[in-house]
Structures are given as structure tokens and as C-alpha cells.
């Protein structure tokens, strides 16, 4: 019987194809090391590259070396594991437990968005066709049909001008012109919103001084430093411009598993 709950403790490899045959992640995974700052290998370019595909910002790429846009990324799926997987802790480093929720969150090899503790489409009974969650900094942007598009990083609001929690509505949708109009207008500078944006509402019409929008600041993507409004890069930005209509709902939560949100649901 020792022998037998000895074998059930043991430590498994992981199993999602991004992570296998890469001894730096199996010497993780079974506790042997963590990797924090100043560690370099394939293995952490793997974990780099998943991050980024699950929609965690990662300033400079995947380069295999932890540092501290590495241990951000790390720390925001950290707080987004924490519910799923209470033994992951937000330390910025890779360690056993963040490993085995990696191995079960992220998508395949080649694939973007997450294989499941997906946030729902519907805000209070409403569908929504963004959600997003400040505590992990990501936006999630659904089709019409309440189907999973893509996941995007996010800036949110800092201390002193926290971003608020609620349903908001698209009230309007500025182009590059205007975007950049409005910020030598406010701030003085033509690219401080980056190349779009969408303002918002609250849902009952009132206005909210809060805008989805982009950034000529990458580098302080997946952190608290804006005024309130959501900043994403001018790539990710572009897309929801595109894709949002003026009226579409915005769900903003703490976090994924908000009970105004409901349960959490896998990929169709």
C-alpha cells in the first residue's frame, strides 16, 4: 500500500504537446527546480510562447529567458489559475503547481486561446461580446454567437484611477484620425490612445469616461497604470474596432469566474 500511494504522489511529465520531450519543464515538474530570474532555456521559451497564445502580455517575445515582463506574464496566469488550481500561488516564477496549470489550460501547439476556465458570453442574462478581467489583465472577445475569438492583453486602471466593474455599452467608435485628434486634444499627444478607439457607456446610458483603446506604450501591457481606461496593443485594438458595433456590450470583472458572469465554461 506505501508503495502504491508513494506511485500516485509522484509527480507526472506534462502531457500537453507544447511541454513534452523538454527536460528543463520535466525537472519542474517534478520538483527537482523553478525557474525564476536570470533562467534561460527551451523550456521557458515554451512557456513564453504559450503565454502569449493564451493572450498574456509578454513585452519582446518569446526569447527563453525569465525576466521581468517573463514574470509578469507568469504572475497574471498565476491569479487566473489560483480558482481552477488553488495551489498555484502568484510568485512570478515557475514552479510544479503553475506548471501542471499551464499543461491543462493551455491550447494546442499552433493554437491560440485556452482549453477551458473560459469566462461566459452572457453578463446578468445579457450577451456580451467582450469580458474583460482585471486582475489577470486580458480581454476576451466573443462572436455574436457567444463563441470565443481571440484573448487579448490588457492595461486597467491604477490605484489612484481604478477601472470600474460593471456592464458597459459601445457608445462610439473612433478611427485612427479621431483617435489621434482626441489625444493631442486631451494629452497633448497624437499617440497616446494609440490607432483606435471605443468609447464606452455604462449600461443604462450614463457615461462612464472609460475606453477600450490602444497604446504607444506596449511595455506596460498586463499592469495597472492607466486613468481608468483599458489599453491594448494597436494590433489587438484594430481587431476590436472591427469587430464591435456601436451598442455591443462590455462586461468588466475582477476576475473570470464573477458570479455575474455564471460558470465558466469550456471551448465549444
Given at each position: 500500500m506505501d508503495g502504491i500511494d508513494r506511485l500516485a504522489r509522484t509527480p507526472l511529465p506534462p502531457t500537453n504537446a507544447r511541454f513534452t520531450?523538454?527536460?528543463?519543464?520535466?525537472?519542474?515538474?517534478?520538483?527537482?527546480?523553478?525557474?525564476?530570474?536570470?533562467s534561460r532555456g527551451e523550456g521557458l521559451?515554451?512557456?513564453?510562447?504559450?503565454?502569449?497564445?493564451?493572450?498574456?502580455?509578454?513585452?519582446?517575445?518569446?526569447?527563453?529567458?525569465?525576466?521581468?515582463?517573463?514574470?509578469?506574464?507568469?504572475?497574471?496566469?498565476?491569479?487566473?489559475?489560483?480558482?481552477?488550481?488553488?495551489?498555484?500561488?502568484?510568485?512570478?516564477?515557475?514552479?510544479?503547481?503553475?506548471?501542471?496549470?499551464?499543461?491543462?489550460?493551455?491550447?494546442?501547439?499552433?493554437m491560440r486561446g485556452q482549453s477551458r476556465a473560459l469566462p461566459s458570453a452572457f453578463f446578468d442574462g445579457q450577451p456580451v461580446r467582450v469580458v474583460v478581467a482585471l486582475r489577470e489583465h486580458r480581454t476576451f472577445l466573443f462572436d455574436p454567437r457567444g463563441q470565443l475569438v481571440d484573448i487579448f492583453p490588457n492595461a486597467t486602471g491604477a490605484t489612484a484611477s481604478p477601472t470600474r466593474t460593471g456592464l458597459k455599452v459601445v457608445r462610439t467608435k473612433l478611427d485612427q484620425l479621431a483617435t489621434e485628434a482626441a489625444g493631442a486634444r486631451l494629452w497633448n499627444d497624437r499617440h497616446v490612445f494609440g490607432v483606435r478607439m471605443l468609447d464606452l457607456s455604462w449600461a443604462d446610458g450614463r457615461h462612464s469616461g472609460e475606453e477600450l483603446h490602444g497604446t504607444n506604450l506596449p511595455s506596460l501591457l498586463g499592469t495597472d497604470v492607466s486613468h481608468g481606461c483599458i489599453r491594448h496593443s494597436n494590433e489587438a485594438v484594430r481587431v476590436l474596432h472591427d469587430a464591435l458595433s456601436v451598442g455591443d456590450r462590455v462586461a468588466v470583472v475582477e476576475h473570470v469566474d464573477d458570479p455575474h458572469l455564471g460558470v465558466p465554461r469550456p471551448v465549444a
Open positions: 520531450g523538454l527536460p528543463q519543464l520535466a525537472d519542474v515538474a517534478s520538483g527537482a527546480q523553478v525557474l525564476g530570474p536570470g521559451r515554451a512557456i513564453q510562447s504559450a503565454l502569449l497564445d493564451m493572450g498574456f502580455a509578454l513585452h519582446g517575445g518569446a526569447d527563453g529567458v525569465h525576466g521581468e515582463h517573463t514574470a509578469r506574464a507568469l504572475r497574471n496566469f498565476q491569479v487566473h489559475a489560483a480558482s481552477t488550481f488553488p495551489t498555484v500561488l502568484p510568485t512570478g516564477t515557475l514552479d510544479a503547481a503553475t506548471l501542471r496549470a499551464l499543461d491543462a489550460l493551455a491550447p494546442a501547439p499552433g
